[in-house]
């Protein structure tokens, strides 16, 4: 079940699953940028069966989140103060953290603003760093006015025509991201 917790004045959208009994430790699962909580629907619970509390959550503008009217919403220390304030939020205690590509690099920004804060990260399929240039992304810069759907007709669509894979990914897409 989705939660709505307010995060630097805005809403993010979070799946927060619980061990039975108490949890063993705290876990905060960071997804890559065109991802969402729901990438995280299978490994969440099998890390409760072993006694984690899991926190998954759509980063802003991704999927159930909202979209930042801030000037340094997207900024790299903003996504990384998103991740402190929602562990924070569901009071989780020295959580691990995970973040998964573009996740990893929001997490490597958590940890260097609050690094007391959390037992361990953990980079899947991360690069060191990000591109320099990412902010002139088209896909970027669509964020504050498009859905994810939106961007996936209006550009990703045009640059796949023709790719056989095309349609299974934007059938997968949709089932995550639907259409209005």
Known sequence: MTIYAEVQGET????????????????????????????????????????????????????????????????????????????????????HLLGHSFGGLIAQQATKQTPEFWSSVTFMCSGPGGR???????QFKNLNNETKAEIWESILKIKRLGDPKFDLRRDLLFVHYPRK
């Open 12 to 95: 993010l959208a979070a799946n927060l699953y619980g061990p039975v009994g108490a949890p063993k430790a705290d876990v905060v699962l960071v997804h890559g940028f065109t991802g969402s909580k729901e990438d995280f629907s299978e490994l969440a619970p099998l890390l409760t069966k072993v006694g984690f509390r899991v926190l998954t959550f759509d980063n802003r503008g991704q999927h159930e989140s909202a979209h930042t009217k801030r000037a340094d919403g997207y900024s790299m220390a903003s996504l990384g103060r998103d991740v402190i304030e929602i562990a924070k939020f569901f009071e989780l205690k020295q959580p």
């Open 132 to 138: 320099k240039n990412w902010f002139d992304d088209p």
